[in-house]
Structures are given as structure tokens and as C-alpha cells.
């Protein structure tokens, strides 16, 4: 019975984006809403970025939820990198035709002003998800193409040590909005952890997380949603072994500091 709670709480922490697992905290529903009233305003381009697992794919998804039957909308989870396969997916959302063989972009361009899309004050809008995989070619001609007015970009991509991505040659003078995901407080990561297991009625699983765990939590994962979830799907791993193999190793009403460690280890957070 106690092994079935641990592979529960095990399969809640799987890296997915299930838009259900939104969590309005007040930063992020107060983000939430500037990235809709940008949305009505005569932009080009709009810029979502921040570190890998601060949630910009949950955000694109739930914008996509919420507005796809209000306005004329397509998400673009996974990149498409070849470029006569993207241009025929916009030439299909857009403009409802069907190409099968290669489609280059000066095509879609004269595809585009043939039709003479009737907008209605209603311009279609493309959420391009993991933007920063898309070649530099390609993203000019996304720059060039918003130009157009035709259609509208909210692009999302990882924000790099190494540079502000809003002063990347591909932004610089498109962008006229640009909003920035951080990592949770250690008070959300709490309501994080807590709500997600909660929604599958982890009821035990929850009330094991006290303050000094998931401070440790914190620490090790410094409030990244993806590297908690990574941590706690691995630590739920090491609970599942020892229910199986050694169950005098866990107690059942806290979670152990040395399995959290443990499983840092595992998943590369911390040295051994």
C-alpha cells in the first residue's frame, strides 16, 4: 500500500507541461495578465524568456487554453527547424493551404499578399515554444515577416549566462515587449509542491514536505520548478526502493534530509 502512495507521488513529478498544473501565484498570475494586455497592443513581436524551468512553456500553454477560441492562434510547442516545413505549417494555419512540396519563404511571402488575409483587427498569433533552437536564417525571416503586420510572434527561449538575450542582433529592433520568468521563493516552491500533490489526492505524500525539507529543496534546486520536479521524481524513485527492499530506511511522516541529498546526488545537482 505504502509502495502505491510512492509511485502516486512519483508519476506527479514527471517533467510534462499539463497546463491543469498552472499555479497563480500573485507574481506570476501578475505576469500572466501584462502578457495578455500586451497581446492587444500594435506589437510585432513579443519575448518571454528566463532560465531553463522557470516555466515559459506553461506559460505559452496556458496562454494557448485560455485564448485560442477568442483569437486566431497556433502553438508551436516543438520547433520546426526545417524551414520549407515551417513555412508550409504557417501557409496551412494562416491561409488554409496545402503545400507538398518545399515552400521557401519569398513563396509564402507572395502566397501571403495574394490572399490578402482579412483580418478584422483580429492578427493571428504564433507562440513559438524553445525559440532559441531556430537558426539564425530562419529567425530573420521571422523578424522580416512580423514586419509585415500580417501576423504576430510571442516568442519564448532561454535566457544564457553568457549574454541578455534581449540584446541579441535577432531582437534588438523588433521587440517591443518582453517579460521575464524567474525561479519560485521558497514560500512558492512550498505551495508548488503541496498543490501538485494535493490535485492527485497525494494527501500522505503532501504533509511529509515540513518547512526544513523543502528549504532544503530550495537550496539544492534554487526554486527551478524543472529541477524540483527532476529532484522529487527521483526521490520518490529512492522511497519506491526502500518500501520494496529495506523499509525500516524511510519514516513515513517526514521527508528524510539524507534521501533528499541522495537523490540530489542522483540527478546531478549536487556532488557526491
Not at 509585415?148 to 531582437?171: N, P, Q, S, W
Amino acid at each position: 500500500m505504502q509502495n502505491n502512495i510512492y509511485h502516486d507521488s512519483q508519476k506527479v513529478f514527471l517533467d510534462t507541461v499539463i497546463v491543469d498544473d498552472y499555479i497563480q501565484f500573485d507574481k506570476v498570475s501578475a505576469i500572466y495578465q501584462s502578457l495578455l494586455y500586451s497581446i492587444k497592443k500594435p506589437l510585432k513581436m513579443i519575448l518571454i524568456y528566463g532560465k531553463p524551468g522557470t516555466g515559459k512553456s506553461m506559460f505559452l500553454s496556458k496562454l494557448y487554453k485560455d485564448s485560442k477560441n477568442q483569437q486566431k492562434m497556433y502553438l508551436y510547442s516543438t520547433p520546426i527547424l526545417d524551414e520549407s516545413e515551417f513555412f508550409k505549417t504557417l501557409a496551412q494555419d494562416l491561409l488554409g493551404v496545402n503545400y507538398n512540396g518545399e515552400l521557401n519563404f519569398t513563396q509564402f511571402m507572395r502566397t501571403l499578399e495574394g490572399r490578402k488575409i482579412n483580418l478584422n483587427n483580429d492578427i493571428p498569433l504564433i507562440l513559438l515554444d524553445e525559440a532559441q533552437l531556430y537558426s539564425d536564417s530562419l529567425m530573420e525571416k521571422i523578424r522580416l515577416l512580423s514586419d509585415t503586420r500580417a501576423v504576430k510572434f510571442i516568442i519564448a527561449l532561454h535566457k544564457t549566462k553568457e549574454e541578455d538575450l534581449i540584446a541579441k542582433e535577432h531582437f534588438q529592433t523588433r521587440i517591443w515587449e518582453s517579460i521575464e520568468l524567474e525561479n519560485s521563493s521558497v514560500n512558492e516552491l512550498s505551495i508548488y509542491i503541496q498543490n501538485k500533490l494535493k490535485k492527485e489526492k497525494c494527501f500522505n505524500s503532501a504533509a511529509m514536505f515540513d518547512k526544513k525539507s523543502v528549504k532544503l529543496i530550495y537550496k539544492i534546486t534554487k526554486g527551478n520548478y524543472r529541477d524540483t520536479n527532476k529532484l522529487l521524481y527521483s526521490l520518490f524513485d529512492i522511497y519506491i526502493y526502500y518500501a520494496q527492499n529495506n523499509p525500516s530506511k524511510i519514516a513515513k511522516n517526514t521527508i528524510s534530509n539524507t534521501i533528499i541529498e541522495m537523490a540530489a546526488i542522483h540527478t546531478g545537482l549536487i556532488n557526491a
